[in-house]
């Protein structure tokens, strides 16, 4: 009796599973052996590869702990800024003060400089907001330069391994008269050219996100200056208003 499974013979349905696992495991197979010749890639590149390693990794914390701080740091500085305002009018100096410190963010850290100066001359206050906003803009910038020295120091160590093992391969050619396969020549170099490609997508890599995080860095320092000024506009109002905020 001839067995069938939606319209096919079970024994044609088998082989088709068969050949699909066969395939599969395939795949598999020469996607592991990929990820061993790239480890081997890069093992070839010699003692060059440990530093460009170690910056990498160096590169991939900072982008990762910048990303963070930068996550919890960001803000709309409207809604919390027609906040305080609103306190402070109120009398409510406490209030904002406990306000400032729950939002636990720059610009709350700032603000909280110069309110607690009111009543001293609005000279005071601004000198208290500067030096806290500098502070601040410190903390945002925390780290960076890591970046730039990575995106600027891994290429040159890569062509610093290429250079050298350029060296080593023409000291072989040396040591043996010239009586030198080319396939070793080209084996050799193509493995000193190992370190220049490594130092090169990690100097991209870092570049490209010390980029991208100092342009989110700037929006953010100036998102800070726009809304202190907006903060030291509020305390030059009209002395009636003015005493009602500071009362």
Known sequence: MNLTFFGEPVLAVLLMMQETVNDTLGTGMAMEDEGVNLLHLLIQGGYVMIPITILSLIGIYVIAERWKFLKNSSMEPAPFL????QMLRAGETRAALSYCDQVDKPLGRILKQGINRLGRPIADI????KNAGKKEIFLLEKRMDWLATIAGVAP???FLGTVTGMIQAFMQIQSLQGNVNPSVLAGGIWEALVTTAAGLAVGIFAYFFYNYLLSRIN???FELEMATTEFVELLQK???KKEAAIR
């Open 82 to 85: 027609a906040s305080v305002e």
């Open 126 to 129: 601004e000198e208290a907001i």
């Open 156 to 158: 040159l160590l890569g």
């Open 219 to 221: 929006r953010m320092v």
């Open 238 to 240: 009209p002395a009636s």
